[in-house]
């Protein structure tokens, strides 16, 4: 073979090896920034209850997490008429049986919704902050939508008066990317889960391929992954052994923070850290 041949195909190898480094590498986080986190069990939505008497993402669960010193993961998202509000689904279907997506509605409209049956309503993230209180830490998800972009930075601004320790993070690495470089100073994750959500979610199966392996991470270099609780693919593993925190989520069992950085949990009381 000759000297030129060996040479290319050399440096070949070398480029196919160091793509997955580049498109998976984390970005560095301060030991300040990855402290209230790391060996943190994180209330889901609030500590709300399975029976749903005390419903997730309530100001009541809210309260409930911060009382019993936990922190809380929660997710927010835009009324129609621009308020961040506190809201896992897109729909209002599941949680207050009502038909139609959360930003089709003015929050005054949200209001007359009740969570779960009960008299709690859909909350404020500015009211979750007050409720809280700088009492744990808390993990925030922007939820992907029609206007991302003004969600960033209604949500940016809120955190900026918030006394507390808090981290944001999404499924979408183009918000995630919007943090990198608007909002450095907060602790940014990148959410995740295997192909097949994706795929159920309406995504084709090369980009649900390359978000379940966190092949956009070059965009946001998020400094954590927030994987769903199966194994990981090779690249988020790589990642974290490149230095992202290890966070997981759904816990229902307290041997799931083995090998973890930080658990979200819900439906049972594990201990306020676990490292």
């Given at each position: 073979?000759?000297?030129?041949?060996?040479?290319?195909?050399?440096?070949?190898?070398?480029?196919?090896?160091?793509?997955?480094?580049?498109?998976?590498?984390?970005?560095?986080?301060?030991?300040?920034?990855?402290?209230?986190?790391?060996?943190?069990?994180?209330?889901?939505?609030?500590?709300?209850?399975?029976?749903?008497?005390?419903?997730?993402s309530s100001l009541e669960a809210f309260r409930l997490a911060a009382e019993a010193g936990y922190g809380a993961e929660l997710d927010v998202q835009l009324?129609?008429?621009?308020?961040?509000?506190?809201?896992?689904?897109?729909?209002?279907?599941?949680?207050?049986?009502?038909?139609?997506?959360?930003?089709?509605?003015?929050?005054?409209?949200?209001?007359?919704?009740?969570?779960?049956?009960?008299?709690?309503?859909?909350?404020?993230?500015?009211?979750?902050?007050?409720?809280?209180?700088?009492?744990?830490?808390?993990?925030?998800?922007?939820?992907?939508?029609?206007?991302?972009?003004?969600?960033?930075?209604?949500?940016?601004?809120?955190?900026?008066?918030?006394?507390?320790?808090?981290?944001?993070?999404?499924?979408?690495?183009?918000?995630?990317?919007?943090?990198?470089?608007?909002?450095?100073?907060?602790?940014?994750?990148?959410?995740?889960?295997?192909?097949?959500?994706?795929?159920?979610?309406?995504?084709?199966?090369?980009?649900?391929?390359?978000?379940?392996?966190?092949?956009?991470?070059?965009?946001?270099?998020?400094?954590?992954?927030?994987?769903?609780?199966?194994?990981?693919?090779?690249?988020?593993?790589?990642?974290?052994?490149?230095?992202?925190?290890?966070?997981?989520?759904?816990?229902?069992?307290?041997?799931?923070?083995?090998?973890?950085?930080?658990?979200?949990?819900?439906?049972?009381?594990?201990?306020?850290?676990?490292?």
């Amino acid at each position: 073979m000759e000297k030129k041949t060996l040479f290319k195909l050399c440096l070949g190898a070398a480029a196919a090896a160091a793509l997955p480094v580049f498109l998976s590498a984390p970005g560095r986080a301060a030991q300040r920034q990855k402290a209230p986190f790391f060996g943190a069990n994180i209330a889901h939505r609030g500590l709300h209850s399975r029976d749903k008497s005390v419903p997730e993402s309530s100001l009541e669960a809210f309260r409930l997490a911060a009382e019993a010193g936990y922190g809380a993961e929660l997710d927010v998202q835009l009324s129609k008429d621009g308020q961040v509000v506190v809201f896992h689904d897109d729909t209002l279907d599941r949680v207050c049986g009502v038909h139609g997506r959360v930003d089709e509605f003015s929050f005054d409209e949200l209001q007359t919704m009740r969570l779960c049956g009960t008299e709690q309503r859909i909350p404020l993230f500015s009211d979750v902050m007050k409720t809280i209180g700088g009492r744990g830490p808390l993990i925030v998800e922007l939820k992907n939508g029609r206007r991302n972009q003004e969600l960033c930075q209604k949500t940016y601004a809120l955190l900026q008066g918030y006394k507390g320790e808090a981290c944001v993070e999404s499924f979408n690495p183009r918000i995630v990317a919007w943090f990198r470089f608007h909002g450095k100073d907060l602790l940014r994750g990148q959410l995740a889960s295997p192909v097949k959500d994706y795929v159920k979610d309406g995504f084709s199966k090369p980009l649900s391929f390359v978000l379940s392996r966190c092949l956009l991470n070059f965009l946001a270099r998020p400094q954590f992954i927030a994987y769903k609780l199966v194994r990981r693919p090779l690249t988020v593993r790589l990642s974290e052994l490149l230095g992202a925190m290890k966070v997981c989520w759904t816990s229902h069992d307290p041997a799931s923070e083995k090998g973890q950085d930080t658990v979200i949990f819900e439906f049972y009381r594990p201990g306020l850290r676990f490292k």
